[in-house]
């Protein structure tokens, strides 16, 4: 039977113990309604905005009605007494498995269908009682003395009471402790963890000698040689020492990912166990007591922990929050040295970025024309889908192998690059000021970059592909554009299409493209591809060791971006046609083909069209260019903070900082100064 009854409102403490005891006892004394009605009285409906909650009231009362301290303590002592709860210590809020998807389809489903534990645990208890998410937000805001002096009053007995631990609480701690530390040192024995610490190999696990020293202090709690521990006792310091070293070897292993790499699974390994590392070090210190308040403090810290673990223990935020840092860390860690070939500083980079951009342009002129050409294929959405794809695919991997620069595909990476900038400006620069001014010029170096780069690719590809369809049709006589230049045209204005809301779209698979680029190359470092292709002794036999060599340096760093822009050319060739199947107006429009599309639209027109024409259909240029940025580069720079914890009142600060330097040197946002003085930030 649920506890959530139709909801009663109460003027005080006193009326819940008038509806509840009965002829000197509680009614229903075995069940959780009395205790329900007391927590719910002082619930607030907004726990975040309230500043503090007191229990005044209700120790004033226990303290007038000694007869209702005692009926509320008797009642307490029924229901609560006996009920295990290392199961929920152990396992509440730690992740159970290394697989990430099921981690997040089980909690997603306790939160539609909550688990209801045995009747006789703790954890049945609490679910019933505090059932919301946030109760342990109001209940932190209790004054700790308040809650040491309702402990008093109502006389519960102590964590310690018993002679030995074989009973009572801190035998349920010592059970969840053991659980902990024998999963912990299983899997740190895992080969993928393994790999990740190599140093540590020829060294005993520090999780071994961590379980070995608690079994020692477990034996003399449970055999009744002492009732708790001394924070001087060898036993308990050599654990501390060793529990200190258990720490740093997942530290060294996060740390060493830069070096191996590392996939979410083994974040995931690596992540369960640091979360048992840190509920082993609360749980420690429910074993120690140095002076005689400690032994009722801790008792009610352990309560207060209980109700902690049990609210949070469904937490899908915090679940996808701590398992994505490291591996979106090691992700951008990759975007942002590709980055820093996407950021100018001098004349000469200028214009270099020109020249690659425009190399660029020269291949979409192409593409666009292969696009028209396919678009007249009988085939299916499907085959359209296939065919569209790899087109853009196969583009987008030659613009990527000639070195060439398209523009949209910079602020994935060069996102990146510029939190590594502001992470380093917060460790190495004391003044705030020189941090926001260092960016500002960073910021204004990537402006003129992406400016530049725009600036090419539109001139060449419009160019291109004018040309292209004249040689066409001066050799065949076909003006392949005769009868799809309303729709190109079309296409491409704001006004009388969803190109803004498409242009969104192409920056989410820009954003995404990024991804892809740094999950290869951070999965392949972890799987030592590059390496076996190197020591593979078949292409030594073959094409000698040399070549093996230079091959697997060549993959190294080029097989990420391939398979980016191979997977951006999917995206981008099937996205109208996934919308066709699932009846949505879905579609991508890119800057460099809107320019080479209004091209071939025009001259399919004759050159025969309105000013007005032309004027939406650069506008359109202009906001396809913006969203393209706008979109790929806030999802970069998102992923990029996250990565790092940098806080997001961080960008307001910036935001400033670029005006102002907007506003002293505008002309810096388009063109390189003559003579750079601007600070380059590596």
């Not at 006389?155 to 969840?176: H, M, N």
């Not at 490291?326 to 996407?342: P, R």
């Not at 342009?361 to 007249?376: N, P, R």
């Not at 296409?491 to 920056?507: K, N, R, T, V, Y």
Request: glycine share 6%.
């Amino acid at each position: 039977m649920s506890l959530i009854k139709k909801q009663l409102t109460y003027k005080n403490v006193n009326e819940i113990f008038t509806k509840y005891i009965v002829d000197d006892q509680v009614v229903l004394q075995e069940r959780l309604y009395f205790l329900y009605d007391l927590v719910r009285y002082y619930r607030p409906r907004n726990p975040k905005a309230v500043a503090n909650i007191t229990l005044r009231e209700l120790l004033d009362h226990l303290i007038e009605f000694d007869k209702h301290r005692v009926i509320l303590a008797n009642y307490l002592k029924n229901i609560l007494s006996g009920r295990s709860f290392h199961r929920m210590v152990s396992d509440a809020g730690i992740l159970q498995d290394s697989d990430f998807l099921y981690e997040i389809r089980k909690r997603i489903s306790a939160k539609i269908l909550p688990y209801q534990p045995q009747r006789d645990t703790l954890e049945y208890a609490l679910n019933q009682v505090f059932y919301k998410e946030n109760d342990f937000v109001w209940i932190n805001k209790i004054p700790l003395a308040e809650l040491i002096e309702l402990v008093e009053i109502l006389q519960i007995k102590d964590i310690y009471s018993f002679e030995k631990a074989d009973d009572g609480a801190l035998s349920e701690i010592l059970y969840a402790m053991g659980l902990l530390t024998q999963r912990m040192s299983g899997r740190s024995m895992e080969t993928s963890i393994l790999n990740m610490i190599p140093k540590y190999n020829h060294l005993g696990s520090p999780f071994l000698g961590f379980e070995n020293e608690f079994l020692e202090i477990e034996n003399r709690l449970r055999k009744g040689e002492i009732q708790f521990v001394d924070s001087n006792d060898l036993n308990y310091k050599q654990m501390v020492i060793l529990y200190n070293q258990c720490v740093d070897l997942v530290k060294h292993a996060y740390k060493n990912s830069a070096t191996f790499g590392i996939t979410l699974k083994v974040n995931q390994s690596l992540l369960r166990i640091r979360q048992q590392l840190e509920r082993i070090q609360i749980l420690m210190n429910f074993m120690v007591v140095d002076h005689s308040k400690d032994r009722i403090e801790n008792t009610v810290k352990l309560s207060l922990r209980l109700i902690e673990y049990n609210c949070y223990k469904n937490n899908i935020s915090k679940l996808i929050a701590e398992s994505t840092q490291v591996v979106s860390y090691e992700i951008t860690q990759y975007t942002a040295k590709t980055g820093e070939h996407y950021i100018t500083e001098t004349a000469k980079e200028y214009f270099s970025m020109f020249k690659a951009s425009m190399g660029a342009g020269l291949v979409v002129g192409f593409l666009c024309i292969f696009k028209v050409l396919l678009s007249k294929a009988n085939t299916s959405d499907f085959g359209f889908a296939f065919l569209y794809s790899l087109n853009y695919a196969f583009g987008f991997i030659v613009i990527y192998l000639c070195g060439f620069a398209l523009a949209t595909k910079q602020p994935a990476m060069t996102a990146s690059t510029i939190i590594k900038a502001i992470e380093e400006g917060r460790k190495n620069q004391t003044s705030t000021t020189e941090q926001h001014s260092s960016f500002a010029k960073l910021f204004a170096r990537l402006f003129r970059s992406q400016f530049i780069a725009f600036v090419g690719n539109v001139i060449m590809a419009f160019g291109v592909a004018l040309l292209l369809i004249w040689v066409i049709d001066s050799i065949t006589g076909i003006n392949i554009t005769d009868t799809k230049w309303h729709t190109l045209l079309k296409d491409s204005s704001p006004a009388h299409s969803l190109a803004i809301f498409h242009a969104a779209i192409a920056g989410v698979f820009l954003f995404l493209s990024g991804i892809i680029s740094g999950n290869v190359s951070n999965k392949n470092k972890h799987n030592q591809v590059y390496y076996r292709i190197q020591e593979n002794p078949f292409l030594k036999s073959t094409i000698g060791a040399y070549k093996a060599n230079r091959l697997a340096g060549w993959l190294e760093k080029k097989w990420p971006g391939i398979i980016s822009n191979l997977w951006f050319g999917v995206f981008m060739g099937s996205t109208h046609s996934i919308g066709i199947f699932l009846g949505l107006n879905l579609d991508i429009r890119h800057i460099t083909f809107v320019s080479g599309n209004i091209a071939l639209g025009a001259y399919g027109a004759d050159f025969q069209l309105p000013w007005i024409t032309w004027v939406w259909c650069v506008l359109g240029l202009f906001f396809v260019g913006f969203m393209n940025f706008i979109v790929s580069f806030g999802l970069s720079l998102g992923l990029a903070f996250r990565s790092r914890n940098i806080p997001w009142t961080e960008v307001f600060s910036l935001q400033k900082s670029v005006w102002k330097h907007f506003k002293k040197q505008p002309l810096h946002f388009f063109f390189p100064p003559r003579k750079s003085k601007e600070t380059v930030i590596n």
